[in-house]
């Protein structure tokens, strides 16, 4: 896809999804996040860059950790996502952090000015995941570093097949190399591309828990990445594709609720 198009996409489909994000996704994306914020070590007084911060899951964990000293820039490609982060602040009167819209391929950001780079689940969507990592390290001062986490294999996720029933609708043009960076060996060899030295990476299983289905076709369609085009669909289309991800998702049911096997990878590098 042109980068362009894609830029645009993402742009515009997490518009639509940030209404629905924290409802769906904080409870399911908790664990991986929690074990970002454990490999990145924050510490009191540090400066701290959180690319593709959505509302501020991350980033209000991470200002806990960072003392009356510490600051905090969050940054996303998505307009309404960064409204949502910039209201939470104001109403928890939490000034040492400023969220912006910003392109993580082109950060409007001084060379070494940050301590930590964080990004929780973002770096599968950008057209040039490398080029991404590139600004991160330049915006690291030495010695500084960065933590991401990224999806894993795409057959060890059990709702993968959200992409395929979508696009056999719209093309949808989410991000046509979605699970790549958790293959075996990718996501640290973009770091290495990028100028990290002392890469580490782990991987971990974990469970995506919905209590019914209005849960997990709110996940898929609502507040996840297949917003834009689900949001083209009429409602007819909309019956067809809740009912071909159901199925898809069926072996995975606990009752009334299902438990979606999923995979997180993440890196830690430093500069």
Not at 161 to 181: G, K, R, T
Request: with cysteine; net charge negative.
């Amino acid at each position: 896809m042109e980068p362009g198009l894609q830029r645009r996409v993402q742009r515009y489909g997490w518009d639509k999804a940030s209404a629905y994000y924290e409802t769906f996704w904080h409870r399911q994306l908790k664990p991986a996040q929690d074990l970002l914020l454990d490999m990145a070590d924050l510490r009191p007084g540090e400066n701290v860059l959180d690319v593709a911060c959505g509302t501020g899951l991350v980033s209000f964990q991470a200002l806990t950790k960072l003392g009356n000293d510490g600051r905090l820039v969050g940054t996303d490609i998505s307009e309404k996502m960064i409204e949502k982060a910039s209201s939470f602040a104001e109403h928890k009167k939490e000034y040492r952090v400023k969220f912006e819209r910003m392109d993580a391929e082109d950060l409007k950001l001084k060379d070494g000015s940050f301590d930590v780079v964080l990004c929780a689940l973002g770096l599968m969507y950008m057209p040039n995941p490398q080029k991404a990592l590139e600004e991160m390290h330049r915006v690291l001062m030495p010695g500084g570093r960065a933590v991401i986490v990224v999806w894993g294999q795409r057959d060890h996720c059990g709702w993968s097949d959200i992409f395929e029933i979508v696009d056999q609708h719209v093309a949808s043009e989410v991000c046509p190399m979605f699970f790549n960076l958790g293959n075996p060996n990718i996501l640290e060899l973009n770091f290495k591309a990028a100028g990290f030295s002392a890469i580490r990476v782990k991987r971990i299983t974990t469970l995506l828990s919905y209590n019914d289905s209005r849960e997990a076709l709110g996940a898929a369609f609502e507040g996840g990445p297949v917003a834009l085009a689900y949001n083209k669909f009429n409602e007819d289309v909309k019956k067809d594709v809740h009912a071909a991800y159901l199925s898809s998702i069926d072996q995975f049911r606990k009752g009334e609720g299902y438990e979606v096997p999923g995979e997180f990878v993440l890196a830690i590098g430093i500069r």
